[in-house]
């Protein structure tokens, strides 16, 4: 049983187009971050949330945690090929600094 | 560039081989992560090192073990490899092992096990 579930696993969609991804858990997270993967490159942290209810804007992305902090969407507005990648929810596990990931949204955005 | 560096970047080798990885953190950052990153699987944490100590163990097979020597850099052995062992393996770093702060990851090394 994965700690964090995302969903959908996979989408392809056309350039303009506007999608949420979904980060869900049982359990109640002290913060949570998102990350972008790019092919052939390491994650990239895009946010961390820390807050119930916290809602974050970069560009045409909007990040919201959960008010019960257990879970958190990522919305993209007017998708562009360049958002294509995997995108990864994380939460830290214990206090040494590790995180735990969810097995990812792998996001295709055609021209 | 995350200032995380990682080589090989490419591995192909044999079962029953053994095979080291080596990670570079960023300038300061006293925490290094290894990670493994397979499809079926995802982004599994393996283990952390903080400043030449073992910090957090994750599910780490026996037959791989790593350190960190005394310059920060860290090196993860994988031995008696399995075709299974075929992965992305991610190291990262981070200045504070407390969190939750950020974590950089390298490129990666593709391991690939014949």
């Known amino acids: 049983t994965q700690l964090l579930e995302q969903s959908p696993q996979f989408l392809s969609i056309q350039e303009g187009e506007n999608l949420t991804v979904y980060c869900n858990s049982s359990s109640v997270f002290s913060s949570l971050q998102w990350y972008r993967q790019e092919p052939g490159e390491g994650p990239v942290l895009l946010v961390t949330?820390?807050?119930?209810?916290e809602v974050k804007k970069l560009k045409r992305l909007t990040f919201q945690f959960g008010d019960a902090r257990k879970d958190s969407s990522l919305h993209i507005t007017a998708a562009q090929p360049g958002d294509t990648g995997l995108y990864l929810c994380?939460?830290?596990?214990?206090?040494?600094?590790?995180?735990?990931f969810g097995q990812g949204t792998t996001l295709q955005v055609k021209p | 560039d995350s200032g995380v560096t990682q080589t090989p970047k490419h591995l192909i080798t044999a079962t029953g081989q053994r095979v080291t990885l080596r990670c570079s953190p960023r300038s300061g950052d006293l925490s290094v992560y290894w990670y493994q990153q397979s499809l079926d699987q995802g982004l599994q944490f393996l283990i952390q090192y903080y400043n030449g100590e073992e910090r957090a163990k994750g599910n780490i097979l026996e037959r791989f073990s790593a350190q960190q020597f005394p310059d920060l850099h860290s090196e993860l052995n994988l031995s008696s490899l399995e075709l299974g062992d075929s992965a992305l393996y991610f190291c990262?770093?981070?200045?504070?092992?407390?969190?939750?702060?950020?974590?950089?990851f390298g490129e990666g090394s593709r391991l690939t096990v014949l």
């Open positions: 990262a770093s981070s200045p504070d092992p407390g969190g939750p702060g950020e974590l950089f």
């Open positions: 949330v820390v807050t119930g209810g």
């Open positions: 994380a939460v830290p596990s214990g206090n040494t600094g590790k995180l735990i």
